[in-house]
C-alpha cells in the first residue's frame, strides 16, 4: 500500500525496538534506575499525595513547556498557593494570573490555562477528561505531549510523550540522524514511544524516560557510564565499536537511503560519539526589532517618584501585560528620527505637545524572545504636572518601582 504523504518509509531494524524481550529489559532498568534516582519535585509529591488535586500536574507541565524545572518551582509553589483547585483557577482574573506569571514567558500559556479551568468546571462539570485523545481535543492550550503526560500519569493511560528529552533519548538509543525536527521524524518517535510505554507504569515510564534525558543522558556530555540503559544503546555501541558494515544487514543501514539514519551529506563524525544523535535541520535566525520605549515619571503626592505604564492589547505578543508607553521602529532610524517618533506617538497618545529634545535617551536594552532580537531604546520623560490620557486609548496607571515589580510587567520591562 502507498504510504501517507510525508511518512517515512519502513526503517531498517537498526531504528526499531522489535525484540520483545529487549523492550521488557529496557523499561525494567529504566524503571528501576528510576525509582532510586528520581528527582523530588513538587508536583511529584502532590500527584502522589492528593488524587483530588491532578490539575496540579498539568500546571506543571503547562509551566515547564519552554521553561526550566529549577525556574518553575517557585512559580509553580506560589500558584498552587494561590490557586490550589481548578474551581479557584476558574474564578481568577487574568490581571491575577498575569501578574503570577510574570518573568516566565510565553504568557498566553497562563491565558490558556486559566480558560482550560473555567471550560472544565463550566462545561465538563469539574471533570478532567481522562485520555490523552480527550484532552487535546478538549482542553485549550493542551498539546500532544501535555495531553499524553496528564494521561499516563495521572489516569494510567498506557501512552507515550515525545519533548524534547525524549527525542534526545530516543534518537541515541536506535540512532536516528535523521532532522529530529521534522514532522515525518517527529511522527515516527511518537509511534516508538507509544510502542516503548510500559503497559503497567505508564506515567512513571514517561517520567523516566524524560528523567534519564534531563539528568543522564543530557544535550553535551551525556554520563554513558551511569545509564541504566546503556546496554540496550546503539549509539552507544557504535561508539564503542565502530561504524556499521558498509553492506546493510537486519541491524545496520549502512550507507545510503534509510529515511532515518544521519543524511550521506553529513556522516557519523567520531569525534562526537554519542552527541551525533540527534540531528536538527539549522534554526531560522530570530528577526531583528527595535522598540523606542519613553519611562514617563512623575513626583507623587507622597513624594515617591511614580512611572506610567500602559497595558498591551488582549492578543498578540505579551498579551494584557503592562508596560512603559513604546512604540515600534523602523529599522535603520537615526537617534533624532527615533526621538521624533516617539515624542509624535506619546502626543498622539497623551493629546498635548510632546518636544523631542525634551525626551532623555538612558540607553539600550536588549531582550531575546522565542523569535525576536528585540532592542529597546530607552528614553525618560520627567513630568511636572499630571498628564491626562485618553481613556478610549489603552487603559493606564501611575506606579511606584515597588508597584511596578508587583505588577503584570514582563521581564524585557523589567529589564528596562
Ligand atoms: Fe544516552 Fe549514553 Fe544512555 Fe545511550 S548510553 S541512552 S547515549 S546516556
Redesign the pocket.
Known sequence: AALPAGALAPAPAQHLFSDPAETEALRGSLLAWYDKCKRDLPWRTLVRGDSGRRGCLWVSEIMLQQTQVATVIDYYNRWMQKWPTLQALAQASLEEVNTLWAGLGYYSRGKRLQEAARKVVSELAGRMPRTAEDLQKLLPGVGRYTAGAIASISYGQATGVVDGNVI??LC??RCIGADSSSPAVIDWLWDMANALVDRSRPGDFNQALME??AT???PKA?????????Q?????RR?LFGKPTPVPDVEDCGVGGCPLCPPATEPWDSSL???N?PRKAAKKQPRAARTAVCVLERRGCHGAMEYLIVQRPSSGLLAGLWEFPSVLLAQSLQEEEQREVLADHLQAWTGQPVVPGALQLIGEVVHIFSHIHQTYVVYSLPLDGDMSLDPALSPSRWVTEEMFHASAVSTAMKKV
Open positions: 534526545r533519548v541515541r538509543l534519564l534525558g543522564v543522558c543530557v551525556p554520563l554513558c557510564g551511569e545509564c541504566p540503559v546503556k540496550h544503546c546503539r549509539a552507544r561508539k560519539g554519542v552527541t544523535f
